[in-house]
């Protein structure tokens, strides 16, 4: 047997400070750590599947609302309606608006969105709006997490495979798992040669993405006119597939936006030299455009446009615009001497939901004809009603209100 080298008082004091030393290391880690600051409390048992509508109901009254002005839209992930204010992301049974989870931490949301089953919640911390968290929809507990440089504000959108996060320097595209696909704007370390002059002198006006793509409107220093810039993910996510897009005679502080990707493929209000939606393709090749009979009332938020089953559609202001999967203009559902559309649509058992002055306007969704008015009450507040469905429910969010409606007994 070896015997065991001899151990001082001295190899015991400097043991003792070294396990010392890790230990206030570790508490300080602790201390100033996402983990601490946050409040995680999942459900006490998952969320039923909801189960799709097979007929538009005949009647619905008001369920329950709450306050959410962290989101865009009504978020429903996992058979949950999800809701964001101040520090916290609550999860709400549908029915009752009973809270099944909730997740918060030490300061106020930046913004609220979703991917697949997951809530996506987003915090801000000194390096700007860059601290993500998934939570998912269904149990309430905590997914993928990510952080990164960020702008001090964004805006969220998802078409429900990807997030994208815009602010008016920066913008970046997260998959499901919260990585990074593809980044654009100021970068967080001029290293690459390649990087210098990304976005450089120019603010991000407008974006919206794909899983495949994004597409951007940038004002541009020493440029009177905007310009449309179209992005792919590449090898590497700073480094994306660019097109830059002229738009002559779009002046920088026009109304002009981006209104969706679907695919590869862009549609983009331009108001001049005459209100238009202008397709374009991934080469930055216009493919189609569609006149206006008048300029859109733009006083509402870029989450105007919703993709509902195969639909896009738009809410200019006192009109919907519709659009099928390829971006192609339909139909324009108008506003009349005794009812106009609130906002964009959502759909239900094959047909689409339209929120109006007088209620909730059901339409077949092929032709845009009139079908029938549900009689609601809408929430309220600014800007346009955007509404959610999950199975025979509609959610509708107006400002920072969010009124959940369902059938009545």
Avoid at 257 to 278: D, E, K, N
Avoid at 314 to 336: H, K, M, P, Q
Avoid at 380 to 394: K, L
Wanted: neutral net charge; glycine residues 8%; charged residues 20%.
């Amino acid at each position: 047997m070896v015997r065991p080298e001899r151990r001082t008082k001295g190899d015991l004091v400097a043991a003792a400070t070294i396990a010392l030393v890790v230990a206030v290391i570790a508490a300080l880690f602790w201390w100033n750590s996402s983990a601490r600051a946050t409040i995680s409390r999942p459900a006490t048992s998952p969320a039923p599947n909801p189960i799709p509508a097979r007929v538009v109901p005949d009647t619905l009254q008001q369920l329950w609302t709450a306050s959410s002005p962290r989101t865009l839209s009504p978020i429903v992930v996992g058979g949950t309606v999800v809701t964001g204010d101040g520090r916290t992301v609550d999860g709400h049974d549908p029915q009752n608006g009973q809270i099944r989870w909730t997740f918060a931490r030490d300061t106020n949301l930046c913004g609220v969105s979703y991917v697949y089953d997951l809530a996506v919640a987003v915090y801000p911390d000194v390096r700007g709006c860059g601290q993500v968290s998934s939570i998912n929809g269904g149990t309430g507990r905590r997914g993928p997490t990510r952080t990164a440089y960020a702008d001090k504000q964004v805006v969220l959108s998802s078409n429900g495979s990807a997030v994208l996060s815009a602010g008016p320097t920066r913008l970046e595209l997260w998959r499901s798992d919260l990585v990074r696909m593809l980044s654009y704007g100021e970068i967080d370390a001029r290293v690459k040669p390649v990087n210098q002059g990304i976005g450089a002198g120019c603010t991000l006006m407008s974006a919206a993405a794909s899983d495949e793509a994004v597409s951007v409107t940038e004002a541009c220093r020493d440029q009177k006119d905007l310009r449309l810039t179209l992005l792919k993910p590449a090898k590497e996510e700073d480094e994306p597939d660019t097109k830059n897009v002229p738009l002559p005679g779009v002046s920088a502080d026009s109304e002009a936006r981006v209104l969706a990707v679907s695919g590869t493929t862009t549609a983009v209000y331009l108001p001049s030299p005459q209100p238009q939606i202008v397709v374009y393709d991934d080469t930055g090749t216009k493919i189609a455009s569609t006149l206006l009979k008048k300029a859109p009332v733009l006083a509402s938020s870029a989450q105007a446009v919703t993709h509902a089953g195969d639909l896009y559609t738009w809410w200019t202001g006192d009109s919907v615009e519709v659009f099928d999967a390829r971006l192609s203009y339909r139909y324009t559902i108008e506003a009349s001497a005794a009812v106009a559309p609130l906002g964009p649509g959502a759909m239900m058992a094959g047909r689409l939901l339209i929120p109006l002055t007088n209620g909730i306007g059901v339409y077949d969704p092929t032709s845009g004809t009139s079908e029938r008015i549900i009689a609601v009450a809408h929430p309220a507040g600014t800007g346009p009603v955007v509404p959610a469905v999950t199975g025979s429910t509609v959610i509708e969010q107006h400002g920072e209100a969010l009124a959940v409606f369902g059938p009545k007994a």
